[in-house]
């Protein structure tokens, strides 16, 4: 029987990429293609009270320019149509006219090359009325803040309330309690590629545009609102795409894109339209991970039992909401820990300001509240005079326990499992006086910590959002199976996810691998199959194709030829927060990871060298070990960089930090001397051949093992990151 599940095959689309063979976005080029410039607004607050593109549309070789009034409706947002596709006059978006971000798109210039396109761009004259700037999100939610939307009540664009048991019963319960206030910072995806893409009109009259994305299908849908087409006359499809990390999931090119394509069409040209940004449009162009200022006051008894926690997490939303609302859900759900605690209050925010906005980034609202939920943590071991192990196991929530929301996680809880796993790799002790950290060894400049944290976080999309996924499997053949088609449209944003997907299929078929042929990410040949996010692909693709496939075999077996069946995995129904209590079954599946962060600190210096990084994370099952692992080195790599380095800058809505020359990203030289990938395997009860999800698990913990691993080193908490050279050198100052 074949099977391939578990087994380390190396990527069907390993070859086309190191040859060059594999084509990105900005690798499409087509007969007599058109370039688009996108002019940006390059403030961070103002009313466009005049544009006058008469210059630029006299230039030679340009062929239009396009403003708000040529948007046929002039909005989008994936959770609320809150942002105009261009801002400008004589739209039918209200207020399209305010420019509310450093990098709002006022216009777009379609030339014969790109030379004359950016030449064109600086011929368009706008005269701006510069409006008071929102920076902070808590100075946003007084009431006397200038407000960023004028047709919102006031800044705040969501409050989630969480009330669970009795506050003040359970901190008279307390002997030790524990109050901090957190900051985490903005981060920038950096993905390899910039944002890309080439549009056209198909054969068939489509508008369509290929491009990198996360969700080709919601893609289609932002198209098709902006442009007041019906869904069917848009075509998304994504070639190679040059990594995401979440951000790609919100829009950056794709509408304007095909808004050019269909623009041109009607004025009688039919030429394809290209736009490349560049790295400095990138980094001002596309959203960022949302920072979070938040508070939290949390009590235990003298034995190590949790009691209490209250928080407030404010999000900084930035000048649009993107995904906010669901990022705030997430950090709201786990800013109390995978542990039990009796009673908890938690206020949560998302808040409107003239910065860039902030969306999807690995781990979607985890790494905040992992963050403050480990640091409260690890200092009440501290105040307790417990090993921070001993104490987490002590409170690990258990199978039928009621979380904050008043519901019991899925079956299947593995906290425990990888926190033991983890600690014992980095070289704790299981005694009969229970959790013992090994001794730290000091010396006169040089400090050494050892850190520990843990997380888990959700797999597939919360709190009642529509939830499935599809596949088509076609057999093709007489007596046998020559070939099968598995038509798909979840994305590779390059994570392996197209080769885990064909050994899905082979493995069900009972087929070899190379007979299974990959139709993806084309919304002309493939039904939806949500986003690449969450976590949930593996498990919620798998869970499709083995369905498809099941049904195609039933066919074959009646001698139906070719065998066609398509299948849609719909999972357990979620529910949305209660508005007044928080209650709800917000997930059907969950990823849980613990990691051990071992430091060394030059006093003199404030150097930090990270030594050992040991990571557990319970995947489920690896239908890919080598693509696993790789997932989870990746991902803490780029959590280093968000605990130590990586530093975006805005001041006053001003983005200071263009480019990859002041905004420092881990390279071969800052990663760990040993990483410990410990892959856990316990079956999730849903998952297909027991999958769980690994893309966001690893990062969770991250930086609460660092700072608690720096603590360690210091005796100094830092209550805020990154942990740059700078800072820790300035915490050492009153050594």
């Known amino acids: 029987m074949a099977n391939y599940i578990g087994k380390s095959i190396p990527r069907f689309d390993t070859i086309d990429k190191v040859t060059g063979k594999a084509k990105y976005p900005s690798d499409f080029q087509l007969e007599h293609e058109v ?14 009270k005049k544009m006058d593109v008469s210059k630029a549309k006299a230039l030679p070789g340009v062929l239009a320019v396009l403003t708000a009034g040529d948007v046929p409706n002039n909005e989008y947002g994936l959770i609320m149509p809150d942002q105009p596709v261009l801002c400008g006059l004589g739209s039918n978006k209200a207020y399209a006219e305010h420019v509310r971000f450093y990098g709002d798109q006022v216009a777009l210039v379609l030339a014969e090359n790109e030379q004359i396109a950016r030449q064109a761009s600086k011929l368009i004259e706008v005269e701006y009325e510069d409006l008071p700037v929102v920076e902070d999100p808590r100075q946003a939610m007084l009431a006397d803040s200038f407000r960023i939307h004028p047709d919102k009540e006031d800044n705040v664009v969501l409050h989630y309330k969480i009330r669970k048991g009795d506050m003040a019963e359970g901190f008279k319960k307390a002997d030790v309690v524990i109050e901090s206030d957190y900051i985490t910072p903005v981060q920038e995806h950096a993905f390899l590629q910039p944002e890309a ?24 849908e932002q198209i098709a609102h902006a442009l007041a087409l019906p869904v069917e006359k848009v075509r998304v499809i994504y070639p190679a795409i040059g990594g995401a990390f979440g951000g790609r999931e919100d829009m950056s090119v794709q509408i304007v894109l095909a808004l050019a394509a269909k623009y041109l069409h009607d004025k009688g ?71 039990f605690i ?102 006169k400049d040089v400090f050494t910590g050892l850190g520990f944290a843990a997380g888990f976080k959700n797999v597939g999309f919360s709190f009642g959002a529509p939830e499935n996924c599809w596949a088509t499997i076609e057999l093709y053949g007489e007596n046998e199976i020559e070939k099968a088609i598995l038509r798909h449209a979840g994305a590779d944003v390059g994570q392996g996810s197209h080769s885990a997907f064909r050994q899905f299929a082979a493995s069900a078929l009972d087929i070899d691998l190379e007979k299974v042929e990959l139709v993806a990410s084309d919304t002309a040949n493939t039904h939806n199959s949500g986003s690449a996010s969450a976590s949930r692909m593996t498990f919620m693709a798998g869970n499709s194709i083995q369905g498809a496939a099941k049904l195609a075999l039933e066919k074959w077996k009646t001698e139906e030829r070719p065998a066609i069946a398509t299948y849609k ?21 969950y990823g849980y990871a613990a990691e051990a962060v071992q430091v060394e600190i030059r006093k003199s210096t404030g150097e930090m060298t990270f030594k050992r ?35 975006f800058i805005q001041k006053d809505g001003w983005v200071m930090t263009k ?58 908490w830092y209550d805020e990151f990154p942990l740059t050279q700078e800072v820790i050198l300035r915490g050492l100052g009153d050594l």
């Open 35 to 48: 370039m688009m410039q996108i002019v940006f607004a390059c403030r961070p607050h103002a009313i466009i």
């Open 197 to 220: 893409g080439v549009s056209y009109i198909d054969e068939e009259g489509r508008v369509t545009v290929i491009v990198g994305g996360q969700w080709v299908h919601e893609d289609q």
């Open 269 to 339: 040209i039919d030429r394809p339209v290209k736009t490349i940004w560049s790295r400095e449009e990138s980094f001002f162009g596309h959203h960022k991970r949302h920072p979070y200022y938040m508070h939290a006051k949390w009590g235990a008894t003298k034995d190590g039992k949790l009691v209490a926690a209250e928080m407030s997490l404010i999000a900084d939303s930035g000048a649009y909401a993107y995904t906010s609302t669901k990022v705030q859900g997430n950090a709201t759900l786990l800013a109390s820990g995978p542990y």
């Open 342 to 443: 009796p009673n908890v209050k938690i206020d949560s925010y998302s808040v409107y300001t003239n910065n860039i906005p902030n969306g999807a980034f690995r781990g979607f609202g985890g790494p905040q509240a992992c963050y403050m939920a480990e640091m409260q943590m690890s200092k009440l071991a501290e105040a307790l005079h417990m090993d921070a192990v001993e104490l987490r196991m002590k409170n690990a929530i258990q199978e039928g326990q009621a979380t904050s929301v008043r519901s019991a996680l899925p079956q299947g809880i593995t906290i425990e499992k990888v926190m033991e796993e983890c600690a014992l790799a980095a070289g704790w002790q299981k005694t009969g006086n229970g959790w013992k950290k090994p001794a730290e060894e000091k010396n």
């Open 569 to 589: 995995y719909v999972p357990p129904a979620t529910t949305p927060y209660d508005h007044e209590t928080g209650e709800c079954y917000p997930n059907f599946a």
């Open 613 to 647: 990084v040991i990571c557990a994370d319970d995947v489920g099952k690896a239908i890919n070990p080598q693509q696993v692992r790789g997932q989870i080195e990746g991902a803490l790599i780029q959590a280093m960089g968000y605990a130590a380095m990586e530093k």
């Open 659 to 716: 480019g990859l020359s002041t905004y420092l990203l881990p390279t071969i030289k800052d990663i760990p001397e040993q990483t410990i990938t410990l892959i856990v395997e316990d079956a999730d009860p849903l998952g297909p051949s027991g999958v769980r999800g690994i893309g966001e698990m690893p990062y969770l913990a991250f930086a609460a093992a660092v700072c608690d691993a720096v603590h360690a080193a210091t005796g100094k």
